[in-house]
């Protein structure tokens, strides 16, 4: 269980690392309050928690909208247009200057 528990951890960081955060640090604050009997603490630690969750939840319905037929666009032309680089010869000299 420990290792999948940790398998999670990372991938979820990996995906939304500024979210993640604030779940973390929101998590420790409720931890922090509840073990000290500071309830200003905990509900600080809990809303913190939720508006992460919150925010997380209102990104992943926003990138649903998005259409995936989409080209990308490309800000070079494809190479065949393009005329080719010289060939460099490291056996030729150059001239003094």
């Known amino acids: 269980m420990n290792a999948l528990w940790l398998r999670m951890f990372k991938s979820a960081y990996r995906r939304e690392p500024v979210?993640?955060?604030?779940?973390?640090?929101?998590?420790v604050d409720a931890v922090i309050g509840g073990v000290g009997?500071?309830?200003?603490?905990l509900s600080f630690g809990l809303g913190t928690v939720g508006v992460a969750v919150a925010l997380r939840w209102w990104q992943s319905q926003g990138s649903q909208g998005?259409?995936?037929?989409?080209a990308p666009e490309y800000y070079l032309p494809p190479s065949p247009s393009r005329p080719p680089l010289p060939i460099l010869n490291p056996k030729q000299k150059r001239p003094p200057y």
């Open 37 to 41: 009997a500071s309830w200003s603490l």
């Open 19 to 27: 979210v993640s955060f604030i779940i973390t640090v929101g998590a």
């Open 66 to 70: 998005e259409s995936p037929e989409a």
